[in-house]
C-alpha cells in the first residue's frame, strides 16, 4: 500500500523475505522488534503485516507458486509472533478504561483454522473488552454452554471457507435460538465478497465497533486471512 509508513513497509518486507527463505528466526525477530521499537504498533503490525503475509501466503498457494507445508510455516511463524507480542495486548488493555462488555470467539465444528480469529481476539483485549477465545472446532452446544456461564454479551464465530460458512450458518442459528439477548457475529476469510444470506448486524465492521483503526485493524468481516 502506498500509502503505508515506511515502517510498515519495512516491517512487511523483512518478514515476507524472511519467510521466502523459510527462515522462522528472522521473521519473529523482525516482527517483534517492531513492535518492540514502536516502529509498528500491535494493532498495525496484525493488519498491515501478519493479515497480508497470510493472505498472500493462502493466495500463492492457490495460484500453485508455494507448497502447503510453507502455507503452514507460515501460519506457525505467524502465531509465535502473536504469542509473544500477546504482553503487549494485556499491557494496552491495562491502559484504557474497560468497556464493560464481554466477548467469546470460538470457530464452528470441522473449522481448524483460528489464528485470524486470536488476532481479532486481541482486538477486543485492546479495546477494553473481556474476551474468552475457544479455538477451533468447537461444538455449538459448548459455545452455547460457555456464553451462559461466562454471560458474555457477544459471540464471534469464523470461517475460513465457504464450507464451513455453512456450518457457521447453522451454528449462528442455534445460538441465536439459545441465545437471544446476545448478539452474534461471524467473520473469517470465507465471508470476504461473499455475504449474501447474512444480517447486517451480523457481520460487524470492528473499526466501528471498537474506536477506528487507530486501536486496531481488521474488521469482522474479514478478520485476518488464514488458509492453511
Do not use: N
Not at 500491535?42 to 500463492?60: C, H, K, M, N
Not at 503452514?72 to 509472533?81: E, F, G, K, W, Y
Not at 509473544?84 to 467469546?104: D, F, H, M, N
Request: one cysteine or more; proline letters at 6%; glycine letters at 8%.
Amino acid at each position: 500500500m502506498a500509502d503505508e509508513p515506511a515502517a510498515v513497509q519495512a516491517a512487511y518486507k523483512a518478514v515476507a523475505d524472511a519467510l521466502a527463505d523459510h527462515d522462522k528466526a528472522t521473521a519473529v525477530r523482525t516482527a517483534v522488534e517492531a513492535v518492540t521499537s514502536g516502529a509498528v504498533s500491535i494493532p498495525t503490525l496484525y493488519r498491515d503485516v501478519l493479515s497480508r503475509i497470510l493472505a498472500d501466503t493462502g493466495e500463492a498457494w492457490h495460484r500453485g507458486e508455494t507448497s502447503i507445508w510453507e502455507e503452514h510455516l507460515a501460519s506457525a511463524t505467524v502465531r509465535t509472533i502473536v504469542e509473544i507480542v500477546y504482553p503487549g495486548v494485556l499491557k494496552a488493555k491495562a491502559e484504557i478504561a474497560p468497556a464493560g462488555r464481554s466477548v467469546l470467539l470460538a470457530c464452528p465444528p470441522e473449522e481448524a483454522h483460528d489464528l485470524g480469529l486470536r488476532m481479532v481476539a486481541d482486538r477486543f483485549d485492546m479495546a477494553g473488552w473481556s474476551t474468552f477465545f475457544l479455538g477451533p472446532d468447537t461444538p455449538v452446544e459448548e459455545v452455547t454452554a460457555a456464553a451462559r456461564r461466562l454471560g458474555v454479551d457477544a459471540i464471534v464465530m469464523s470461517s475460513s471457507t465457504h464450507f464451513h460458512r455453512l456450518a457457521v450458518r447453522h451454528a449462528v442459528d442455534a445460538l441465536k435460538k439459545e441465545l437471544p439477548d446476545t448478539d452474534i457475529w461471524v467473520g473469517g476469510p470465507a465471508f470476504v465478497g461473499a455475504a449474501t444470506g447474512w444480517l447486517p448486524q451480523e457481520i460487524v465492521d470492528l473499526d466501528e465497533l471498537l474506536g477506528g483503526p487507530a486501536r486496531g485493524g481488521q474488521s469482522a468481516d474479514a478478520p485476518a486471512g488464514e488458509e492453511d
